[in-house]
Nanobody, 123 residues
Framework: VQLQASGGGLVQAGGSLRLSCAAS????????MGWFRQAPGKEREFVAG???????STYYADSVKGRFTCSRDNAKVYLQMNAMKADDTAVYYCAKTGPASWGSHRARDFDSWGQGTLVTVSS
């Protein structure tokens, strides 16, 4: 499996940015496609997750609920980020789980990772 994240950049506080993750290879339909982020000096944290196929159900970290939206289209997963804050500054990663990890926020449940894309929010 290969995951390729893109779309990072510099945005002003209050602005928006959309990240994309292109996926290739064998992925279980019930796998979760997730977004994580890691700010300088902090641990990697879960941001959002969506099923790879079937239901478009999503779940989010409390810190981004109402501001970020995760979606998918064919072989891509997206993270639409609105009303961005300086605290959203981080390297963002897309990742996938195995077939039975719906609802997980744990990095160890995600077995393939993209390379990360840097998002910087200026205040």
């Amino acid at each position: 499996v290969q995951l390729q994240a893109s779309g990072g950049g510099l945005v002003q506080a209050g602005g928006s940015l959309r990240l994309s993750c292109a996926a290739s290879g064998r992925i279980f339909s019930s796998s979760v496609m997730g977004w994580f982020r890691q700010a300088p000096g902090k641990e990697r944290e879960f941001v959002a997750g969506i099923r790879w196929k079937g239901s478009s159900s999503t779940y989010y970290a409390d810190s981004v609920k109402g501001r970020f939206t995760c979606s998918r289209d064919n072989a891509k997963v997206y993270l639409q980020m609105n009303a961005m804050k300086a605290d959203d500054t981080a390297v963002y990663y897309c990742a996938k789980t195995g077939p039975a990890s719906w609802g997980s926020h744990r990095a160890r449940d995600f077995d393939s990772w993209g390379q990360g894309t840097l998002v910087t929010v200026s205040s």
